[in-house]
Nanobody, 121 residues
Protein backbone atom coordinates (compact mmCIF):
# COMPACT_ATOMS: atom_id res chain seq x y z
CA UNK A 1 0.00 0.00 0.00
CA UNK A 2 1.27 3.47 -0.87
CA UNK A 3 0.84 6.27 1.66
CA UNK A 4 1.15 9.96 0.80
CA UNK A 5 1.01 12.65 3.47
CA UNK A 6 0.02 16.28 2.96
CA UNK A 7 -0.92 19.33 4.99
CA UNK A 8 2.33 20.10 6.77
CA UNK A 9 3.73 23.59 7.01
CA UNK A 10 4.59 26.47 9.30
CA UNK A 11 2.22 27.47 12.09
CA UNK A 12 2.47 29.79 15.05
CA UNK A 13 2.26 28.63 18.64
CA UNK A 14 -1.37 28.08 19.55
CA UNK A 15 -2.37 27.51 15.93
CA UNK A 16 -3.81 24.52 14.12
CA UNK A 17 -2.96 22.27 11.20
CA UNK A 18 -4.68 19.31 9.61
CA UNK A 19 -2.61 16.52 8.11
CA UNK A 20 -3.96 14.07 5.57
CA UNK A 21 -2.68 10.68 4.43
CA UNK A 22 -4.02 9.07 1.29
CA UNK A 23 -3.66 5.31 0.97
CA UNK A 24 -3.68 3.70 -2.45
CA UNK A 25 -3.07 0.34 -4.02
CA UNK A 26 -5.01 -2.85 -4.41
CA UNK A 27 -5.33 -6.24 -2.82
CA UNK A 28 -5.00 -5.12 0.76
CA UNK A 29 -7.05 -4.35 3.82
CA UNK A 30 -5.78 -1.96 6.44
CA UNK A 31 -6.14 -2.96 10.05
CA UNK A 32 -4.60 0.04 11.74
CA UNK A 33 -3.33 3.45 10.69
CA UNK A 34 -1.20 5.78 12.70
CA UNK A 35 0.75 9.01 12.76
CA UNK A 36 4.34 9.09 13.96
CA UNK A 37 6.59 12.06 14.52
CA UNK A 38 10.35 12.34 14.16
CA UNK A 39 11.98 15.19 16.04
CA UNK A 40 15.65 16.27 16.08
CA UNK A 41 17.70 13.86 18.17
CA UNK A 42 14.89 11.32 18.52
CA UNK A 43 13.55 8.44 16.54
CA UNK A 44 10.02 8.15 15.30
CA UNK A 45 7.52 8.34 18.15
CA UNK A 46 3.90 7.31 17.93
CA UNK A 47 1.58 10.32 18.01
CA UNK A 48 -1.82 8.73 17.43
CA UNK A 49 -3.29 5.51 16.10
CA UNK A 50 -6.67 4.19 15.10
CA UNK A 51 -7.81 0.72 14.13
CA UNK A 52 -10.97 -0.64 12.63
CA UNK A 53 -12.60 -1.70 15.84
CA UNK A 54 -11.20 0.14 18.82
CA UNK A 55 -10.81 3.54 20.34
CA UNK A 56 -8.05 5.83 19.11
CA UNK A 57 -4.81 5.96 21.03
CA UNK A 58 -2.80 9.12 21.66
CA UNK A 59 0.60 9.95 23.05
CA UNK A 60 0.26 11.75 26.38
CA UNK A 61 1.85 14.87 24.93
CA UNK A 62 -0.94 15.37 22.38
CA UNK A 63 -4.03 14.18 24.26
CA UNK A 64 -6.89 16.65 24.20
CA UNK A 65 -5.13 18.65 21.45
CA UNK A 66 -4.86 16.25 18.52
CA UNK A 67 -7.60 14.17 16.92
CA UNK A 68 -7.02 11.24 14.60
CA UNK A 69 -9.76 10.20 12.22
CA UNK A 70 -10.12 7.90 9.26
CA UNK A 71 -12.36 7.98 6.21
CA UNK A 72 -12.59 4.33 5.23
CA UNK A 73 -14.51 5.04 2.06
CA UNK A 74 -11.73 7.34 0.82
CA UNK A 75 -8.86 5.38 2.42
CA UNK A 76 -7.68 8.60 4.01
CA UNK A 77 -6.29 9.26 7.46
CA UNK A 78 -6.37 12.65 9.13
CA UNK A 79 -4.69 14.30 12.08
CA UNK A 80 -6.24 17.51 13.38
CA UNK A 81 -3.69 19.34 15.48
CA UNK A 82 -4.81 22.20 17.73
CA UNK A 83 -3.11 24.35 20.34
CA UNK A 84 0.21 23.54 18.82
CA UNK A 85 3.50 24.27 20.53
CA UNK A 86 7.20 24.08 19.71
CA UNK A 87 7.40 20.46 20.88
CA UNK A 88 5.07 19.50 18.03
CA UNK A 89 7.71 20.46 15.48
CA UNK A 90 8.94 17.51 13.47
CA UNK A 91 8.41 15.32 10.46
CA UNK A 92 5.09 13.53 10.58
CA UNK A 93 4.75 10.10 9.02
CA UNK A 94 1.67 8.13 8.18
CA UNK A 95 1.87 4.38 8.74
CA UNK A 96 -0.39 1.42 8.07
CA UNK A 97 -0.57 -2.08 9.42
CA UNK A 98 -2.31 -4.54 7.14
CA UNK A 99 -4.73 -7.31 7.94
CA UNK A 100 -2.73 -10.52 8.16
CA UNK A 101 0.53 -8.69 8.80
CA UNK A 102 3.50 -10.86 9.71
CA UNK A 103 5.23 -8.02 11.53
CA UNK A 104 5.39 -8.02 15.33
CA UNK A 105 2.40 -6.37 17.00
CA UNK A 106 2.42 -2.62 16.62
CA UNK A 107 4.93 -2.60 13.76
CA UNK A 108 3.54 -1.03 10.58
CA UNK A 109 3.90 -2.59 7.17
CA UNK A 110 3.98 0.62 5.17
CA UNK A 111 5.20 4.16 5.71
CA UNK A 112 4.71 7.44 3.92
CA UNK A 113 7.60 9.74 3.14
CA UNK A 114 6.62 12.30 5.74
CA UNK A 115 5.50 15.90 5.89
CA UNK A 116 7.28 18.63 7.81
CA UNK A 117 5.52 20.57 10.54
CA UNK A 118 7.18 23.58 12.13
CA UNK A 119 5.71 25.52 15.04
CA UNK A 120 7.16 28.99 15.54
CA UNK A 121 6.92 31.14 18.63
Amino acid sequence: VRLVESGGGLVQTGGSLRLSCAASGSGFSIQEMAWYRRTPGRGRDLVAATNSGGSPHYADSVKDRFTISRDNAENTLYLQMNEMNADDTGTYYCAARLVGSRNPPGVPDSWGRGTQVTVSS
